[in-house]
């Protein structure tokens, strides 16, 4: 997957800024894929030159150089291709689980706090994630199916802090037990 893509699915979504779009992809988007918002920029310039998107003086723009992206047929059919492609699921890219292994060899070195605040980072994640779905799927009794489908992408997230909290909770209690020997 590339960032032009995750792009291409916001600005259909939605037509925006640069700046808007950037904000937009770190409360939705960046939850799964992430991005710098100077990537971002530099991706739409790239995307525009292809000719998958169209920039156009923004309304609100003013004296400012502010645009707004729209996404074009070519960037459509670009983004329909790359839907359809076959791919491997993806490979779990975890550093916390690298350090564990290296703590296995070098260790005991007290690599427990840090689990213990990862523990808390996923945790307020699940708590995130677990609004977002009350507010914007639970209280809407009848989803389209744009925010069905939606929902099933949060839902993937919700289960994978689950698992990272349950998985994060039992590796903390191994250490203690390992700690009492």
């Known amino acids: ?6 792009l291409l699915t916001s600005l259909l979504e939605k037509p925006s800024s640069g700046y808007d779009l950037a904000r937009r992809f770190d409360k939705s988007m960046g939850f799964f894929w992430s991005a710098t918002h100077q990537q971002i920029y530099r991706e ?10 169209n920039a156009s003086p923004a309304e609100d723009a003013g004296k400012t150089k502010k645009k707004t992206y729209e996404v074009l047929d070519a960037g459509r059919q670009e983004l329909k291709q790359w839907v359809l492609l076959a791919t491997d699921p993806y490979l779990i890219r975890e550093e916390m689980a690298v350090r564990l292994r290296a703590e296995a060899i070098l260790g005991p070195l007290g690599i ?4 213990k605040r990862h523990l808390k980072l996923h945790e307020e994640k699940l708590v995130l994630y677990l609004t977002i779905e009350q507010r914007d799927f639970i209280k809407n009794s009848v989803l389209s199916r744009e925010q069905q489908i939606q929902h099933r992408v949060l839902l993937l997230g919700i289960e994978t802090q689950r698992t990272w909290i349950q998985w994060a909770k039992d590796t903390i209690a191994l250490f203690e037990k390992l700690d009492k020997r």
């Open 112 to 115: 427990e706090e840090e689990l």
């Open 44 to 53: 739409l310039k790239r995307m525009e030159d292809q000719g998958w998107i």
């Open 1 to 6: 997957m590339s960032l032009a893509h995750v």
